[in-house]
Structure formats: C-alpha cells, structure tokens
Nanobody, 127 residues
Framework: QVQVVESGGGLVQAGGSLRLSCAAS????????MGWFRQAPGKEREFVAA????????HSADSVKGRFTISRDDAKNTVFLLMNSMEPEDTAVYYC????????????????????WGQGTQVTVSS
C-alpha cells in the first residue's frame, strides 16, 4: 500500500552537503514511521536515521549524529535527510523505508522494522 521513491543523490566534495528526498505514496503517508538506511560497497546495510509518524521523535546513528538531520513534511508526503559535513565514508546507496507503527512515537532502527522500501539513490563523496 506504500510506494517509496528516493531522490537527491549525487556526487559531492568532502565537507559539502546534500539533501535527500523520499516521496511516499498517497493517502497513508502521515501514518508511516520513516527511516533511512545505507549500504556501502562490500558492507552490510546500516541504519542512518529515523523519524516517528508524528515527527516528534527522531534518532540517528552515532556515525552521523551532529551531521545528518531527518525531517518530514506530511503535506508533501515527503521525508528528507539533510547531510552536512559529508565524509568519504558516507559514500553508499541510500534507501528510504516506511512502516505503519503501533504508536505515533515509534522509531525503528533495524531493517526488519520496515515493510516498504525504495530502490535507493547513490551518494558519492569525493576527497
């Protein structure tokens, strides 16, 4: 029932910024908890950031705290990931994910916590 499409990836120099967008399908977006994950070449998929369905609760991985910010705009059916002070280690395919939670404050930090996934967008950070 939820379709997820990421955009905004590209090539950026170390120290620069990118903003990723995730557009989710239609009528149920405000009912979804949302998360961002990434997978670098040769590595396992890892959690990046998540936001509760009401937008009041967020959580970020230690590797991106202080640099990345997740937010949502329910009127546009969109969740964002603002990435500042980017490092080469941030190079990965970034995936947006959605799930329908039991509570408005729910945060999922594992891939198994989410039911709907986008196809991913490539982010490359050069030195």
């Amino acid at each position: 029932q939820v379709q997820v499409v990421e955009s905004g990836g590209g090539l950026v120099q170390a120290g620069g910024s990118l903003r990723l967008s995730c557009a989710a399908s239609g009528r149920t977006f405000s009912g979804n908890a949302m998360g961002w994950f990434r997978q670098a070449p040769g590595k396992e998929r890892e959690f990046v950031a998540a936001i509760s369905r009401d937008g009041r609760n967020t959580h970020s991985a230690d590797s991106v705290k202080g640099r990345f910010t997740i937010s949502r705009d329910d009127a546009k059916n969109t969740v964002f990931l603002l990435m500042n002070s980017m490092e080469p280690e941030d190079t990965a395919v970034y995936y947006c994910a959605a799930t329908v939670p039991w509570t408005s404050s729910y945060i999922g930090t594992g891939g198994s916590d989410y039911n709907y996934w986008g196809q991913g967008t490539q982010v490359t950070v050069s030195s």
